[in-house]
């Protein structure tokens, strides 16, 4: 038996019908032939799971889920801790990533200070650091051919005023993407909303960095979920900062599950992104609003309802 014979009759045996709390959550019983789970079929765009939302299915070995996703139809993958992985799995993944035709869409250029005051402060240590980090970074990047990179410039500095702040993130953009300009590497800068204190949190904000930064390497992710909560408006404000937007992320908002799961119109937001000709990664960095194998299941199926736009 084949690789997607296997797969198939699993999900047929794992539960291609939900019910109970499963019925709460979507209209109608997953039906694989309208919903094909296990043949391989690819997206109108291109989703990146992470490590572990397939992991009833294909086990706990990121290797093996990275197959499970190929055989899936998705053809990215995206893992937000790569750069703390040792060289030898960097390596592992970034082969195995090559021989399937796959693609790593973000890991963060994470030095220990995106979730604290650093940059905005400007000083020497906080900007020494993210260079360091940003050419490990690079070399990570070379082991997986990775594009793009994830940059956090951290917290407010509420002692200093908030143009002086902007000037810093500013210098310390610059810096960065000097280092990554001539590899070809682009570090998209996040806009969040887990907090307050966060520095960056509307897309207007990345927007002027970008713009002043005036690198290739330097460009905004715009993560839906994120957007959703802090401005709304998607649509309009992707269409404002297009120009400078080169990655997206997804989740439904409330909850941060997949989409249909919350108050955010994916169909819509997926059929503009791709009459716009986005041909980027789409990471989805949520949850599962359901557990175990069915809920697994329950996630293929809303990518292929929501990417059901043509």
Known sequence: MNRIEFLKNSAIATGTLLTG??????????????????????FNLDYAPHEGMFAQHAGTGFLDQIRYLYDMGFRSIEDNGFLGRSETEQTQIGELLAKLGMRMGVFVVDGGDNWKISLTTGKKEFKDHFKETCRRSV????????????????????????????????????????????HGLIMVLETLSDTPELFLQHTHETYSVCKAV?????????????????????????????????????????????????????????????????KGVMGMEHGLSLKGKEGELRLIQAYREADNFL
């Open 21 to 42: 709390s499963a019925v709460n959550v979507i209209a109608e019983p997953l039906d694989l032939s309208r919903h094909p789970v296990a043949t391989g079929k690819t």
């Open 139 to 182: 070399e990570a990047a070379k082991r997986c051919n990775a594009k793009w990179l994830t940059v956090v410039p951290g917290f407010y500095e509420r002692k200093l005023p908030y143009g002086i702040q902007m000037s810093n993130v500013v210098d310390a953009m610059r810096a960065g993407a000097e280092i990554f300009e001539p």
């Open 214 to 278: 005036n690198s290739p390497s330097c460009k905004i992710l715009f993560d839906i979920y994120h957007m959703q909560r802090n401005e709304g408006d998607l649509i309009v404000n992707i269409d404002r900062s297009w120009e400078e937007i080169a990655y997206i992320q997804i989740g439904d908002n409330p909850g941060r599950k997949e989409p249909g799961t919350g108050e955010i119109n994916y169909k819509n937001i997926f059929k503009h992104l791709y009459q716009k000709g986005y």
